[in-house]
């Protein structure tokens, strides 16, 4: 039980630690998907999937994030498929939220309170794909955190800062960041001029 419980986590975080919701529009597993073909995927709880449904703005695909925001999610302590169905539940209502079909901006900020890092750093994520930039408060100062949360031992984890800038870079200046991932295309660039920028603003959102 823990192994399965263990391969389905690492493959949701890893689902989550690489291109931005940018740079997924146009990665090649996705880039040809007719819109039929991105619902499906999404009703089976295809992350990127359902990213994309918020990229594109796809309306007709409204419904299928509805019903999987609305499945309840399994205890943690009872099913290994908490997780992947936890993922899909939050990403959806983060998708919502940015569509504009309803607003789970509160239940983000309530789950920001965890104490499971590896959980906070996926809420982290949603934060950013809301676009919401009542995010902007809550991230900013989790750019002053530098502390990786490994997946395994063998695998280094993401650091609060670099996954905080990712989120940022998706609600305060999308456009110039894509453009800049291009240049450079480390997983989590930019933590440095970030913090700068939080340095220069927080005072506006805080």
Same mark, same amino acid.
């Given at each position: 039980m823990q192994?399965?419980?263990t391969?389905?986590? /690492?493959?949701i975080i890893?689902?989550l630690?690489?291109?931005?919701?940018h740079?997924?529009?146009?990665?090649?597993d996705?880039?040809r998907?007719s819109e039929?073909?991105?619902?499906y995927?999404?009703?089976?709880r295809?992350?990127?999937?359902?990213?994309?449904i918020? /990229?594109?703005?796809?309306?007709? #695909?409204?419904?299928?994030?509805?019903?999987? #925001?609305?499945?309840p999610v399994?205890?943690?302590?009872?099913?290994?498929m908490?997780?992947p169905?936890r993922s899909a539940?939050? #990403?959806?209502?983060?998708?919502?939220?940015?569509? %504009? !079909?309803?607003?789970?901006?509160?239940?983000?900020?309530?789950q920001l309170?965890t104490?499971?890092p590896?959980?906070?750093?996926?809420v982290m994520?949603? =934060?950013?794909?809301t676009?919401?930039?009542?995010a902007?408060?809550? =991230?900013?100062p989790?750019?002053?955190?530098?502390?990786?949360?490994? /997946?395994?031992?063998?695998?280094p984890?993401?650091?609060?800062? %670099? !996954?905080a800038?990712e #989120?940022?870079?998706? /609600?305060?200046?999308?456009?110039?960041?894509?453009?800049?991932?291009?240049?450079?295309?480390r997983?989590?660039?930019?933590?440095?001029?970030?913090?700068q920028?939080?340095?220069e603003?927080k005072?506006?959102?805080?």
């Amino acid at each position: 039980m823990q192994n399965g419980r263990t391969i389905l986590l /690492i493959t949701i975080i890893l689902s989550l630690s690489g291109p931005s919701i940018h740079a997924r529009e146009i990665r090649g597993d996705y880039k040809r998907e007719s819109e039929a073909r991105i619902r499906y995927l999404a009703s089976k709880r295809d992350i990127p999937a359902i990213y994309l449904i918020g /990229i594109r703005n796809h309306r007709a #695909a409204i419904p299928v994030l509805q019903q999987l #925001a609305a499945t309840p999610v399994p205890p943690a302590s009872e099913s290994d498929m908490a997780y992947p169905y936890r993922s899909a539940n939050y #990403a959806a209502k983060a998708i919502l939220t940015r569509m %504009g !079909v309803h607003d789970y901006f509160d239940e983000f900020v309530v789950q920001l309170s965890t104490s499971d890092p590896l959980w906070k750093q996926e809420v982290m994520d949603y =934060l950013g794909f809301t676009g919401d930039k009542r995010a902007i408060k809550y =991230l900013g100062p989790l750019l002053e955190n530098d502390t990786s949360v490994s /997946i395994s031992e063998d695998r280094p984890g993401r650091t609060f800062s %670099g !996954v905080a800038a990712e #989120a940022l870079s998706d /609600i305060v200046q999308p456009a110039r960041m894509k453009e800049l991932r291009k240049l450079n295309p480390r997983p989590h660039p930019f933590s440095d001029e970030w913090k700068q920028w939080w340095k220069e603003n927080k005072d506006k959102y805080q």
